[in-house]
């Protein structure tokens, strides 16, 4: 069992909806990384979280250090959006095998 | 644009021959680690370098080594390729080695054949 799990794997939208992306973890942590996966391969980091919530844009992160659950939420999603979302315990080396996002016009 | 440079981008090799996979860390961080990533996998961490030593090491074999530079820029080395070893390998830089923020590179992607 990963001490990561993401959910859902994959993931369609339609261009406007609001997604939510979940992340659950049964290592103690500092901190959880969200990060986004284009298809080229690239990593870019999007959120470090220790506790609450974070908002970047059209983006939201929030974490639940009690119950070791984070989730990631995109609002009015675009298909510029589309690309695997992996959540992260990067002090430990722990990483979830990503949610593929995939937003439709 | 995350500061953090790979190279090369993309690389075929023949099972058995050794490869460099090298990474070029954000300017003022001095620790990089390195992950391979299997096609529809999440990354697995094989090391971390900070200051020019090796500060934790994943579930790879020896013939997986590194290096880290006076300049805080880092090697992958890898012998002896299998067929196995073909993925994206990705490196991120930080300032300092837990609790802060990594800046990944865009990837080398090895295929061995």
């Known amino acids: 069992k990963n001490e990561v799990e993401q959910s859902p794997q994959n993931l369609t939208a339609q261009e406007g909806e609001f997604i939510t992306i979940n992340c659950s973890y049964s290592?103690?942590?500092?901190?959880l990384h969200w990060l986004q996966q284009h298809p080229g391969g690239g990593i870019v980091s999007l959120f470090m979280?220790?506790?609450g919530k974070k908002k970047h844009g059209r983006l939201i992160a929030t974490i639940n250090i009690q119950e070791k659950h984070s989730s990631l939420h995109i609002t009015a999603s675009h298909p510029r959006d589309s690309a695997v979302y992996i959540c992260a315990v990067l002090d430990d080396m722990r990483f979830g095998a990503g949610t593929r996002l995939t937003v439709k016009p | 644009e995350t500061g953090v440079t790979q190279s090369p981008t993309h690389l075929i090799k023949t099972r058995g021959q050794q490869v460099t996979l090298r990474c070029s860390s954000q300017?003022?961080?001095?620790?990089v680690s390195w992950y391979q990533q299997a096609l529809g996998q999440g990354p697995q961490f094989i090391f971390q370098?900070?200051?020019?030593?090796?500060?934790g090491r994943g579930n790879f074999p020896p013939r997986f080594s590194g290096l880290q530079f006076p300049n805080y820029s880092s090697e992958l080395n890898v012998n002896a390729l299998e067929l196995d070893d073909s993925a994206l390998y990705l490196c991120?830089?930080?300032?300092?080695?837990?609790?802060?923020?990594?800046?990944f590179g865009q990837g080398t992607r090895l295929t061995v054949v």
């Open positions: 300017s003022g961080h001095n620790t």
């Open positions: 991120a830089s930080s300032q300092g080695a837990r609790g802060v923020e990594a800046f």
């Open positions: 979280l220790s506790s």
């Open positions: 370098y900070y200051r020019e030593e090796e500060n």
């Open positions: 290592v103690g942590i500092s901190a």
